[in-house]
């Protein structure tokens, strides 16, 4: 089955902890994105990758670190976690650049920072 | 910066009411335009993508149409039914860079 898969998907953890969030896909799209989604602000973008070794700042990339050294997978890394990351996060892909092509999205990773 | 409002942010209909839920953008330089539906705990689920070149897109009791040069976008559901309930969100890539920018949604209720 052609999915995005995001781990963990609840997190619970305290400020200044190191913690990564996985994102994998099985669909060798080239395109992958991180956002996330607060109330009342909609979902904002973090960072995204065009392809293996390319990866760009979105909206909002402050605090957030993210590496893709292979095509399925996307981490996004919280080095130093602060209370205002408190957020639910999902990974999206697309085959292509996302001008032609429909994002997928993983099922979200609700993350508390406390 | 590219600002995307959906209004209403709610919105609650009886079952096979026909509706429209509008999105606005305020840089008509896009790439294109999507659809999509949240449902709770899940993630986003693509319903209809349109080029900045095309004025609308059908996919079954959807319809959603483009007027670039307004910034504004709107999508048609006919004969709701109550498997519709869920957020609707619209999102714009500028043909500026690669990024998307999302609306806040409308959270729409099909009452049976």
């Known amino acids: 089955e052609a999915q995005v898969t995001q781990n963990p998907r609840y997190l619970i953890t305290v400020t200044g902890k190191k913690l990564t969030v996985t994102c994998s896909q099985n669909m060798n799209h080239e395109y992958m994105s991180w956002y996330r989604q607060d109330p009342g602000l909609g979902l904002r973008q973090i960072y995204y990758?065009?392809?293996?070794?390319?990866?760009d700042k979105g909206d909002v990339p402050e605090g957030y670190k993210v590496s893709r050294k292979e095509k399925r997978n996307f981490p996004l890394i919280l080095e130093s976690p602060s209370p205002n990351q408190t957020s639910l996060y999902f990974c999206?892909?697309?085959?292509?650049?996302?001008?032609?092509?429909?994002?997928?999205f993983g099922p979200g990773t609700r993350l508390t920072v406390l | 910066k590219q600002e995307v409002t959906q209004i209403p942010a709610a919105l609650s209909v009886p079952e096979g009411e026909n509706l429209v839920l509008n999105c606005s953008f305020t840089?008509?330089?896009?790439?294109?335009l999507q659809w999509f539906r949240q449902d709770p705990g899940k993630g986003l689920t693509s319903l209809l993508l349109i080029q900045s070149s095309q004025r609308e897109q059908t996919s079954g009791r959807l319809n959603a149409s483009l007027d670039k040069s307004s910034g504004r976008s709107t999508l048609y559901i006919a004969a709701s039914q109550p498997g519709d309930s869920a957020t609707y969100l619209c999102?714009?890539?500028?043909?500026?860079?690669?990024?998307?920018?999302f609306g806040t949604g409308t959270s729409l209720t099909v009452i049976p």
């Open positions: 990758s065009m392809n293996v070794e390319v990866t």
């Open positions: 999206a892909s697309s085959a292509s650049h996302p001008t032609g092509d429909t994002q997928y």
């Open positions: 999102a714009v890539i500028s043909n500026t860079g690669n990024q998307f920018y």
């Open positions: 840089d008509s330089a896009i790439y294109n």
